[in-house]
């Protein structure tokens, strides 16, 4: 999609992060917006206004005054120009600022001021991350309706790996051609979404579980959402940054709860995502105290969990939409189609564990969806936003769509 038209302020802060800011000024030029950069002055220990200036194709601000003239760039105007204000990156110290109203610099003035949407894309290393202030500023700037770009995976600059890295450019631009496209095609729809693993518990501090992060449920979640659906979620044990009042959302841990909770809304739902990785067996009893290491090994029983997609495929209505997911390690292409079938859904989502950037806990996803009446439309590897989206168009290509 195409953003000729669009005001865009670019905020960028402090961070090595800013590096990449480079690259998303010249995708959203590409993309015909026009993009006004304010900096922090600690970005500029990062990148040089002249690089940005030179991508933007206008003056990178920074101070309240212009020069030495008198006169000030005015942050009330700049506020009201911009159709969207994105901070990216943003700092652990400038989300402070912004979540507490503080206004030191041009560029928290002009959030103050900014009657627009405002999207956030923080960057920072792992622990500050997860620092409880760092999470609770974001969970404020969201209660205001700030739109969080939520940090990626994998190696961070500390040499530390794990979440922290800023949305790469391309998924960014992603995000926000999606919030311009402005799709409702879901509007009025009501969603169900399984997500996450499930914790089957052994004893009171043991679990059976897997290497689900519920990132692709969310994804699906966020499309939905962006499209226009009401989104009911029932989510295993994850964590993630996430707003949970923007859905219906339901937090659960075994099998047995995650299909109580969606065989009660069930009848109510238009489309069912099953993208939860469920425990297929349990522990047959959970004991009631830590097991002890006594014996050289212990053989558990395990007994068959319920399955959800299977069960509520039973009760599926003909006006009702089941999406499945399969992930498998062999024969991949028959065990999903043989599932489709069985589990009665619509359509049924492979991803395959062999596939790299595909699967568990990544940012990207590589998928081949089937369809009940036969078609089959397969994926690059992609930003798991963009395979959501993709599902979604797929959803509907299915004959009880209306
Ligand atoms: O969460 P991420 O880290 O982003 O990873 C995403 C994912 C790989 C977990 C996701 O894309 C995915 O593939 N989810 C389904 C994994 C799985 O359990 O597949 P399965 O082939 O075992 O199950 C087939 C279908 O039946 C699935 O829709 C599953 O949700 C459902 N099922 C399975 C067992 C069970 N007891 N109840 C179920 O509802």
């Not at 693993?197 to 994804?219: C, F, W």
Request: aromatic share 6%; proline share 3%.
């Amino acid at each position: 999609m195409s953003l000729k038209g669009k005001k865009i302020i670019l905020g960028v802060t402090g961070s090595i992060a800013a590096y990449k800011s480079a690259l998303l000024t010249r995708i959203l030029v590409k993309a015909g917006a026009e993009v006004q950069i304010i900096m922090s002055a600690s970005a500029f220990d990062f990148i040089t206004p002249l690089t940005l200036a030179t991508l933007s194709k206008r003056p990178v601000l920074s101070q309240f005054q212009k020069d030495d003239t008198g006169v000030w760039n005015n942050h009330v105007e700049l506020g009201l120009w911009a159709d969207l204000f994105l901070v990216a990156p943003i700092s652990a110290n400038t989300l402070a600022k912004f979540a507490n109203g503080l206004c030191d610099n041009l560029l928290t003035a002009t959030y103050l001021s900014a009657r627009c949407p405002v999207m956030i894309a923080p960057a920072m290393d792992l622990d500050m991350y997860q620092h409880p202030s760092v999470l609770a500023n974001i969970h404020k700037l969201e209660s205001f309706g700030n739109i969080l770009l939520d940090a990626e995976s994998g190696e961070l600059a500390s040499g530390l790996s794990g979440q922290g890295r800023m949305m790469e450019p391309e998924n960014i631009l992603a995000r926000i051609q999606e919030f311009f496209s402005g799709k409702s095609d879901f509007q009025g729809k009501k969603v169900l979404i399984t997500m996450g693993p499930t914790q089957e518990a052994l004893d009171p501090v043991r679990y059976i579980s897997n290497h689900s992060s519920g990132k692709m449920g969310l994804a699906l979640a966020h499309a939905f959402k962006g499209r226009g659906a009401e989104v009911y979620i029932v989510s295993g044990p994850i964590s993630l940054t996430v707003n949970r009042c923007d859905f219906h959302w339901q937090d659960v841990k075994s099998a047995k709860e995650m299909y109580e909770k969606s065989l009660s809304i069930h009848r109510e739902m238009d489309i069912c995502v099953f993208a939860a990785a469920v425990a297929d067996y349990g522990p047959a009893e959970v004991a009631p105290e830590k097991i002890k290491k006594n014996e050289t090994s212990l053989v558990i029983n395990l007994v068959k969990n319920v399955d959800i997609a299977a069960s509520l495929g039973e009760k599926k209505r003909a006006d009702q939409i089941h999406v499945g997911f399969a992930l498998e390690t062999e024969n991949e292409v028959d065990n999903a189609k043989k599932k489709l079938a069985k589990k009665n859904f619509d359509i049924i989502v492979l991803n395959s564990m062999k596939e790299s950037g595909a699967g568990f806990q990544l940012d990207t996803n590589k998928v081949r969806v089937f369809h009940a009446s036969g078609l089959m439309v397969e994926s690059k590897v992609a930003p798991k936003n963009q395979i959501a989206n993709l599902i979604l168009d797929q959803i509907k290509n299915i004959p009880v769509w209306v």
